[in-house]
């Protein structure tokens, strides 16, 4: 019986995969989830304080919250208390307070309190609490790094601003302003910054609504200021809250009834948040003199206001989208230059329109889905489209407004007495769910999923639209998701990713929560690019840890460049030229000449933008100035790994004895050459002469080539990645683990090409060796290679694909061993057959075949190909690898289906023999002889035995061959997976691996059937003999037939045959190389989801 039927007392396969699924989640758990020892407050507060700041709050709580909750338990114990409270709470007395701060100070030093005025949203929504949030977190981060400490840690303030003076100015704020004191902290000041430090004032922090500044802001935020520019303090503010705030700032200036205030001199605006470029929010004016970057800087000087925008704008986060879409494969284009009148608006409908025959100079197709209730989603969309000057796209737009999910705030009441951590009201539930597969959710009630889905529906419909009109008949290339709020953004990834499994996605401005594991099904491979990452580089930012999205960056970047403006300006030593000055908005600007291109992979967002080269020197800040930073970013993710020379050696060493080491380890007849070369006694004198080639050479392979591979490894990995993909493994960004796999399926083909027939030629030898037939194997391959010299050139081509090109082979010999003339020619046609080159012409013409078949299929289907590419090296080695891979792979399989098919002919064809002449001699008289000296029947009951042993085992060696194609299917598939890169199970990747794996399983049962219909015949012929012996008499003759009982044990060792061919299905390598490529598959798929599990 076959070995491998046996059982054992080995661990069932189930436990070993548990076991080391096991061993996987406990040594590489990536992050384990934080947990808190903390008590819960259960008891009442006791806390008695009598300072004005007095509200508590931790550092990071949202301010307005906070307060909320105060007045709340106030109004519960009667609305005169609330009322007194508001009476001691003015801006009034806040004044007082800043002017005792500033007569503290001593004496001839001309210093003035800082108020640094935030202004947050103030809406009541989940997003906008969480804005607060990360605002109030961001600015205190940044005014620790400005070493400044709060006076109070866990307690605010809040007055009630001052009144309206005047029927056209509204009231400020309806709500009360929180507030907080913070002092320099001497303490944790570096040597070098000591002298700045003891000029440092107090800082006043102020938290305004963004809503109580929405008209009129200038005229609102000098009524609120006037008492404390009038008490000594300098106002600085970070604001306006976007982009729509800054327009209306904007409007109020350009206003020609606008008048600068004196207070207005003392104001300085730092705008963090507003990212519309300047010229779309200068649209419209004729009365300015410059225009480009920087023109709403100026066009505030020159009303005597001082602002500076620190951040980018959205203009050049597109500009570096469309260059980054066009390493990935798009074509943006320019639009004709104007003939006559033609607007540019119409020579862009007229490159872009859907017109057949139109091909050429066509730019690529995007999507823009935005969210049009803001100034922010309507602007952005224009800066895809082609235009005169700039390259784009064609551009279409869809849109959708903001709060998707559908979610209202809570009460008011619940809402302040949780401090704005209120539970946000979910959407209604809907209990009759649609089930017919059309829409999920019912279009109704406050969720808007339902629009979202419709949405999907119609840019799928629009899309084969494109695939079928003019154009590059692509459809969607790209789709840009733009908007303001990141949960609205995952939702319509959410909604498009199934829809558009090809489409390179893309949005603006960095968020952690793109990163999280639970939204990775639709946030993987997602391109950002943002003004920021999460964090500044190291000297920058200043021991705090990476924030949570790049606003935080932009409010933690405003707020220390406004404290390094407030301490330069108390700066005493005049001696450096403009040392006095503020930072200015060139120097600003230079820092955003280059937005940061961001993909989000598996467990993390990696950077594109100044990834660290070899060699390079990156810039960063000179001195202690920010002025002299000419960075503030940090380094741009790792493109390549860089462990070193020792270990890139080490590697390059394993890789190089991987080449050599497998094929001498297969071929017993290389091993054996050359130790017959190494000890050779031939010439005693010329040994140590090859013994020092032989270490020479592997010196060279071994150590010499390793060791430049190593030292040089750093240059060649830059080369590859300059501009292009990173070299990650399991990240799911970079396509050279994919290119990686399909080198090592080229070269395992040749391996296991090698070894294939290898391992089919000693397993002739060894079935020669065992039955005895070796002497009469040579005599046939002899006689048939001497009848082939008198054939023409188109016969012995035909020969390799017929045998009814072969001639007899009994023709040119006289009895073989004894063997029937009809034995004869088919043991010479199998070994015509059965030749290597034979081998070789028939597999190259299959793989033809299969090639032609394949593109025709594709074609037929018409999918769109999607290769996941960076830049022109990472498409080149793509294409460079993908038909040498798919044709040895195709080669591989079709070697072995042939190998399969000879077998199965050659059973078949004995099987033919066998009946035409039943008790005839066609096997050799040595095999004979030994069959019946092992037996101890005549050979004429042992013949069929001998065909089963023959085909049993031939079929051995065969059926094991069925691995290769299914290794190598396997591995294809893999190449493809998502786990590599954006790589989707596409028509031709399938279409290849299923037509190769559909021909080797046909093979491969035929095979099996092949050999149960030579077992069926065998055994009929035992069972026949039993009962012709049973019934006859006994026997004189001096051969006698065997007995009964050796017919019957016969007859079971029939029966009892497992081995090749005749093994039990379940204990067949076909059912297990089959299960390969859905292992594959479905370990890929494991790897996802232990992603979401942070393994």
């Known amino acids: 019986m076959d070995k491998e039927s046996k059982s054992g007392s080995s661990l069932p396969s189930n436990g070993i995969v548990a076991i080391v699924l096991l061993a996987a989640g406990v040594l590489f758990v990536r992050e384990v ?12 507060r006791l806390e008695q304080h009598y300072a004005k700041q007095d509200i508590d709050a931790r550092l990071w709580q949202d301010p307005f919250g906070a307060v909320a909750r105060y007045r709340t338990d106030l109004r519960k114990n009667g609305q005169g208390r ?8 003015t801006a009034e007395e806040l004044a007082k307070d800043v002017a005792d701060v500033r007569r503290r100070f001593p004496p001839g030093e001309d210093r003035q309190v800082q108020v640094l005025a935030v202004m947050l949203p103030g809406g009541p929504y989940s997003e906008n609490v969480e804005s607060r949030r990360r605002g109030r977190y961001a600015v205190l981060a940044g005014l620790n790094a400005s070493r400044l400490s709060p006076v109070d840690t866990e307690h605010l303030g809040y007055f009630t601003p001052p009144e309206a003076a005047g029927a056209r100015v509204e009231k400020p704020s309806p709500e009360p302003i929180p507030y907080e004191w913070f002092q320099p902290a001497s303490d944790v000041v570096a040597p070098q910054d000591l002298s700045r430090s003891s000029l440092q004032s107090p800082v006043l922090v102020m938290w305004l609504q963004t809503e109580a500044f929405a008209t009129r802001p200038l005229e609102h935020m000098a009524q609120l200021a006037r ?9 600085r503010v970070l604001g306006p809250n976007g982009s729509d705030g800054l327009k209306a700032m904007i409007d109020e200036v350009g206003d020609p009834d606008f008048a600068s205030q004196p207070v207005h001199a003392a104001m300085r605006f730092y705008s963090l948040y507003a990212t519309v470029p300047d010229e779309v929010l200068l649209e419209g004016r004729n009365d300015l003199k410059e225009r480009g970057d920087g023109a709403v800087s100026k066009f505030f000087a020159s009303r005597h206001i001082a602002l500076v925008r620190t951040i980018g704008n959205d203009g050049a986060l597109a500009d570096a989208l469309i260059a980054e879409l066009k390493l990935r494969g798009l074509d943006p284009r320019r639009i004709p230059r104007a003939q006559g009148d033609n607007p540019d608006v119409l020579r862009y409908q007229d490159l872009c329109r859907m017109a057949p025959g139109i091909e050429e100079d066509v730019p690529s197709r995007i999507a823009i889905v935005a969210e049009w209730d803001t100034l922010y989603g309507r602007s952005l969309l224009r800066e895809f489209r082609a235009k005169q000057d700039e390259p784009g796209f064609c551009v279409e737009r869809f849109s959708y407004v903001r709060g998707l999910d559908g979610q209202l705030p809570a009460a008011a009441d619940s809402g302040a007495a949780n401090g704005g951590t209120q539970k946000q009201s979910q959407p209604e ?3 009759g769910r649609r089930k017919d597969g059309t829409f999920i959710e019912v279009a109704e009630g406050q969720g808007q999923f339902d629009y979202l889905r419709r949405l999907a529906v119609q840019m799928r419909m629009k899309d084969e639209l494109l695939r079928s009109a003019g154009g590059d008949k692509q459809g969607f290339r790209a789709i840009g998701v733009l908007g303001n709020d990141v949960h609205d953004k995952l ?7 199934p829809e558009f499994p090809n489409a390179i996605f893309f949005t603006t401005d960095m968020d952690a929560r793109l990163m999280h594991p639970r939204e990775q099904n639709w946030t993987r491979n997602l391109i950002v690019a943002s003004n920021f990452g999460l964090r500044l580089m190291d000297r920058l930012q200043g021991g705090a840890p990476p924030f949570r999205d790049s606003y935080q960056v932009s409010a933690f970047l405003s707020t220390r460049l406004a404290m390094d403006d407030a301490r330069r300006k108390l700066q005493l030593d005049e001696s450096a030229d403009g040392e006095r000055e503020p930072m200015s908005q060139k120097r600003i600007r230079a820092w955003f000449e280059t937005p940061r291109i961001f993909e989000i992979g598996r467990t993390g967002a990696y950077d594109f933008t100044g990834s660290p080269s ?13 002025s002299e930073c000419d960075d503030i970013h940090p380094a741009g993710s790792r493109a390549y790994p860089a462990p070193g020379v020792p270990v890139m050696f080490l590697i390059f060493m394993a890789l190089m004895l991987l080449l050599w080491v497998p094929p001498l380890f297969v071929s017993e007849g290389a091993r054996n050459r050359l130790t017959r070369t190494m000890a050779s006694r031939d010439n005693l004198a010329a040994r140590p002469r090859r013994w020092a080639v032989a270490v020479l050479i592997l010196l060279v392979v071994q150590v010499a080539l390793p060791l430049w591979m190593a030292v040089n490894w750093e240059p060649f990995a830059e080369w590859l990645t300059d501009g292009g993909k990173p070299m990650l493994a399991i990240e799911g960004i970079s396509l050279w683990p994919t290119e990686a796999i399909r080198i090592f399926t080229l070269l395992l083909c040749f391996y296991l090409l090698y070894r294939g027939w290898a391992t089919l030629n000693a397993n002739l030898e060894e079935i020669a060796a065992h039955f005895d037939a070796g002497v009469a194997r040579q005599e046939l391959k002899t006689t048939q290679d001497r009848a082939d010299r008198r054939l023409r050139a188109w016969r012995k081509l035909g020969q390799v694909f017929s045998m009814r090109f072969i001639p007899p082979l009994h023709e040119h010999t006289g009895d073989v061993a004894g063997m029937t003339p009809d034995a004869v020619d088919f043991w010479g046609r199998h070994i015509v057959q059965n030749r290597l080159l034979a081998r070789l012409v028939r597999t190259a013409s299959c793989v033809l075949i299969a090639a032609a078949l394949s593109s025709l299929l594709i074609l037929a289907i018409g999918e769109v190909r999607f290769v996941p590419q960076r830049g022109g090296m990472s498409l080149l080695v793509h294409e460079s690898l993908r038909i040498p891979a798919l044709l040895m792979m195709y080669f591989l399989v079709f070697f072995v289906v042939d190998a399969t098919v000879l077998c199965v002919r050659f059973v078949r064809g004995l ?20 069959f019946e000296a092992q037996m101890g029947m005549p050979r004429a009951y042992l013949e069929n035995w001998i065909d089963l042993q023959f085909v049993a085992r031939r079929t051995r060696s065969v059926t094991r061959l069925i691995y290769y194609p299914f290794i190598v299917i396997s591995l294809w598939l893999l190449s493809r997976s998502a786990v590599f890169d954006h790589w989707t199970l596409s028509v031709g990747t399938v279409v290849p691996a299923a037509i190769g794996a559909a021909v080797a399983l046909g093979c491969a049962v035929a095979l099996r059937l092949a050999a149960e219909d030579s077992r069926k015949h065998a055994l009929e012929q035992v069972k026949n003999e ?19 009982k050796q017919l019957e044990l016969l007859q079971s060792r029939i029966e009892d045959l497992h081995e090749g061919a005749f093994a039990p299905f379940w204990q067949q390598p076909l059912l297990k190389a089959l299960l390969l490529p859905f292992a594959t598959l479905g370990g890929t798929t494991v790897l996802d989801y232990m992603a979401l599990a942070n393994i």
Do not use: M
């Not at 939702?491 to 990713?497: E, G």
């Not at 039993?1026 to 009964?1044: E, F, K, M, N």
């Open 33 to 44: 989830p934080l947990e808190t020892t903390r008590l819960p407050v259960n008891e009442p």
């Open 82 to 89: 609330l009322e007194g409270e508001d009476r001691l709470r």
């Open 227 to 235: 008492p404390f520019v009038d008490a000594g303090a300098s106002w």
């Open 429 to 431: 539930k809907d209990p």
């Open 491 to 497: 939702l319509v990834l959410q909604a498009l990713r």
């Open 614 to 626: 070899y060699g390079s020197n990156r810039k960063g800040c000179r001195g202690v100035a920010w």
């Open 911 to 930: 099987l033919r023999l066998r009946r035409l002449h039943e008790y005839a001699a066609n096997w050799p008289e040595a095999t004979l002889r030994r």
């Open 1026 to 1044: 039993i009962l012709r012996v049973s019934g006859a008499p006994p026997s004189s003759d001096p051969d006698p037939a065997p007995t009964v």
